[in-house]
């Protein structure tokens, strides 16, 4: 969890805001931070910390109190928002407003996992059952008068007095102020300080991966090529890179995707922005794909603990290939047999002494036979590309970190199968 203390809120937020959301910005971001200014003014604790979100479309923000409401506006938008609501990318913080010094809104932001806090928050939320109503001075020289929510879901707004604000009140307050002080102290022990600049220039990276990341799956979806002259993949970029992105920002994006001869395009007839792919480097790509998922079935087969171990994954349950950490593996080998790199040199070598590690070499196991069959194939695939690295070429032999951990393979997998253990855990792994 990222903390940042002490900072002009507009600012920063103006800067968050421009890396993700595209539309609506200045009017949404004028609202926020109203609504901060608002609570800098007021006296109660509970009502300092706001819950804020960016998004492609627009900009979300709630009172962290409400959020643990159910069937506030702050509860249901931040539920909308952790549930995957549109797919799209989304930012998160919780925002601690301190005050107002030389005419700047000051305070601190907490970076939040949002499915997570979302999760947290259906679990532990609490029922409301009146509204207390903050009169103006013209009230009572600025009482505060409760009814219940059936009474003010009747009289709002016509029959209801002048009013500073409102809020929604639990039947338990002293079970909403622990919630909510449990919160700040879990950001407070947890956070890590960190640098305005430094996040804002992440975040900028961050979105050149992640649409790149969205690029490629609406690559993965289509089976055949479809452009109008049937020799292109063709896909719609995202809107909001197509209305936000200028062209330095598109070379960068070109420049993430595993392609030679990608460009983008402009169909006649049509305004939206695609991105497009030759048909037979998309063929190739795939097929080195396919290459790279086998590779790693055979690595997990050899010596499953010590592979898995390599890689972080820690629920030795579920497949490999369902697992972040193996996918990321599975992209760099990917990309290293369809460049031809000296990589895709080291994995053919490894294919090859797995073949060779057989116990008995005339009927070899079905483990070696399959890397047989892969190497084969491997080899087939880079002579194809031409890119096979020469024997004498420095550093042929070489093994990546990966396969020098499973040189020993039969070993490892004895060990392994003798006395399971768990991957260890990451240090930087939290429960919310």
């Not at 609506?24 to 509970?46: C, F, V, W, Y």
Request: with cysteine; aromatic share 8%; charged share 30%.
């Amino acid at each position: 969890m990222l903390q940042i203390e002490n900072i002009d809120l507009q600012k920063a937020l103006d800067d968050i805001a421009r890396n993700n959301t595209a539309w609506h910005l200045e009017n949404d971001l004028g609202i926020s931070i109203g609504q901060m200014k608002r609570t800098a003014q007021m006296d109660d604790p509970t009502e300092k910390t706001l819950i804020w979100i960016s998004y492609p479309a627009g900009i979300d923000c709630y009172s962290e109190r409400d959020v643990f409401l159910k069937d506030t506006r702050g509860f249901n938008g931040v539920q909308y928002h952790a549930n995957g609501a549109n797919h799209e990318r989304k930012l998160a913080y919780a925002v601690e407003v301190t005050g107002v010094q030389e005419g700047k809104l000051m305070g601190s932001l907490f970076e939040i996992d949002l499915q997570a806090y979302g999760a947290f928050v259906r679990e532990n939320a609490l029922s409301y059952q009146t509204m207390r109503l903050f009169l103006t001075d013209a009230y009572d020289h600025g009482a505060q008068t409760v009814m219940s929510k059936q009474e003010f879901d009747r009289a709002y707004p016509q029959e209801l007095p002048e009013m500073k604000y409102w809020r929604h009140e639990p039947a338990d307050t002293h079970a909403l102020e622990e919630l909510l002080n449990r919160q700040y102290v879990v950001r407070s022990l947890e956070a890590e300080p960190g640098d305005l600049w430094l996040h804002t220039s992440n975040l900028y990276d961050e979105r050149l991966s992640y649409y790149s990341e969205k690029i490629m799956e609406s690559f993965g979806k289509l089976s055949e090529a479809n452009s109008p002259d049937q020799q292109h993949f063709s896909v719609e970029l995202p809107s909001f890179v197509a209305n936000t992105f200028h062209a330095e920002q598109l070379t960068r994006l070109l420049d993430a995707l595993p392609f030679d001869s990608t460009a983008f395009s402009i169909r006649k007839g049509q305004r939206e922005l695609h991105a497009e792919v030759p048909r037979g480097e998309m063929l190739l790509l795939r097929e080195a794909e396919t290459l790279a998922k086998e590779y790693h079935v055979i690595l997990e087969a050899f010596a499953p603990w010590e592979y898995r171990a390599e890689l972080e994954i820690e629920d030795t349950a579920n497949p490999v290939f369902d697992t972040k950490a193996a996918k990321q593996a599975i992209a760099e080998d990917t990309h290293h047999i369809s460049a031809g790199s000296k990589e895709a040199g080291y994995i053919l070598a490894h294919l090859q002494e797995l073949v060779q590690s057989s116990p008995d070499a005339q009927e070899p196991s079905a483990l070696g036979l399959q890397a047989d069959r892969l190497h084969r194939r491997l080899a087939d695939y880079l002579a194809k590309q031409r890119k096979l690295p020469e024997k004498n070429e420095p550093g042929a032999s070489k093994k990546p970190s990966i396969l020098a951990r499973l040189q020993e393979g039969k070993k490892v997998a004895a060990q392994g199968q003798d006395s399971p253990k768990t991957a260890p855990k990451r240090d930087n792994e939290r429960e919310v």
